[in-house]
């Protein structure tokens, strides 16, 4: 990733770094301190987001803003009949494209979801057709999902003050219905 953002950025001054997110220690501070694609789930267990936003808090600037995003944990999606069961779910077609070779690829996924944990796993399988036959990737994810409550909490004890929350890219406000949470933070006093 670092690669890819290092040719697409040209010249602009930017240091790149490689580090954990959770321990490093770059000695300034800044006036916006961002995380977006969802990035926040990766952090699966209390312990790393407490690590995470002391690292946030520890480079943000007295004045300055955190802002990231979330999915929203849409129940519905999650507690289904098989994730209660402990089970995967059956195979869902999510969408499909066509690739850079002109191949038309389609994507389905499978999930299950631990309810006590909130952490849902998900297999996303890519199919394509090469020379006459069909062509599997399988990829894995396990993201946490939390809840707007829950965030509210683990936001306002590790240091921060919610400004603004929306639930989607054009600033509509959150509700039951919203594809994400999108927060902007400052230091809470």
């Not at 954990?20 to 990035?39: H, I, P, S, Y």
């Not at 069909?134 to 990829?139: H, L």
Request: proline share 4%.
């Amino acid at each position: 990733m670092l690669d890819h953002a290092r040719s697409k950025s040209g010249d602009l001054p930017i240091d790149w770094v490689l580090a954990d997110c959770r321990t490093f220690e770059l000695g300034r501070q800044f006036k916006l301190v961002t995380m977006t694609g969802n990035a926040f789930q990766e952090f699966r267990s209390r312990a790393d987001l407490e690590a995470l936003l002391g690292s946030v808090r520890a480079h943000l600037a007295p004045d300055g803003l955190f802002s990231f995003d979330t999915r929203f944990p849409q129940v519905s999606d999650l507690l289904t009949p098989e994730a209660l069961a402990g089970e995967w779910s059956s195979e869902t077609p999510w969408r499909s494209f066509e690739d850079e070779h002109g191949r038309t690829v389609t994507v389905s996924t499978q999930q299950r979801f631990d309810a006590i944990s909130q952490v849902a796993e998900y297999v996303v399988l890519r199919r394509w057709q090469e020379d006459g036959q069909e062509q599997t990737v399988q990829e894995r994810a396990v993201l946490r999902f939390i809840f707007p409550q829950e965030m509210e909490a683990l936001l306002h004890y590790n240091g921060f003050a919610i400004q603004h929350v929306y639930g989607d890219w054009d600033r509509r406000p959150l509700d039951g219905t919203s594809p994400r949470m999108i927060y902007v933070c400052t230091h809470r006093s």
